[in-house]
Nanobody
């Protein structure tokens, strides 16, 4: 069973930075991609970005140039470096492992078999 645990959330002021981590275990051949998603109260969950194990990344337009996704050498840990945070970035952030990831329009998506972490809260104050 794939398990994902996020950490690193917290409260920061506008313009600040945070680094989220997602440690995974139980990966299979069906989990070629890991992504980050977020959900603010009263809104739908939206894609932030993704990284394939081979290193290909994709980002939502709203975070391009501010957020960076990377993975550890063992590829069981994925990071989300968030810079220039804005109040609009306030949300619960979720890590996901999936069969595939892709970009469409101005967002990113997971496809196939999808596993979710429990989420970590990010709050940005003005």
């Amino acid at each position: 069973e794939v398990q994902l645990v996020e950490s690193g959330g917290g409260s920061v002021q506008s313009g600040g930075s945070l680094r989220l981590s997602c440690v995974g275990s139980g990966f299979t051949s069906s989990t070629a991609c890991m992504g980050w998603f977020r959900q603010a109260p009263g809104t739908e969950r939206e894609g932030v970005g993704y990284i394939y194990r081979k290193g290909t990344t994709g980002y939502a337009d709203s975070v391009k140039g501010r957020f960076t996704i990377s993975q550890g050498n063992a590829k069981d840990t994925v990071y989300l470096q968030m810079n220039s945070l804005q109040p609009g970035d306030t949300a619960m952030y979720y890590c996901a492992a999936s069969t595939a990831c892709y970009s469409s329009g101005n967002s990113t998506y997971a496809a196939g078999r999808i596993y979710w972490g429990q989420g970590t809260q990010v709050t940005v104050s003005s």
